[in-house]
């Protein structure tokens, strides 16, 4: 699968420890090769991010991403990237 990265989530990871990025970049490349693979918890999310899905990058990091068709192939838009509770506290609101 390609994947594709937002300018928030490239932004992001400029910020983060250097071994979240390591762990980003490990995971992305798991991902391209078997999206499923069970340690990426690869799973489908609810409110407020109906339609989208979320990987694990470490224990408490998460990437989201919209499965995009693009002619015959699938790109993985990644387009969130943040510890669990950034994502998903109270009140999140897709695109923060």
Known sequence: MNVKLSPGVLKKLKKVDVR???SFKER?????K???????????????????RSIDITNDYRAIYEEMPKGE???????LFGTHEELYRKGAKKGN
């Open 20 to 22: 979240i990025r390591n």
């Open 73 to 79: 192939e699938i790109i993985a838009y990644f387009s």
């Open 34 to 52: 078997t999206p499923r693979d069970p340690q990426l918890n690869n799973h489908k999310l609810r409110e407020p991010y109906l339609g989208l």
């Open 28 to 32: 992305i490349l798991i991902f391209t």
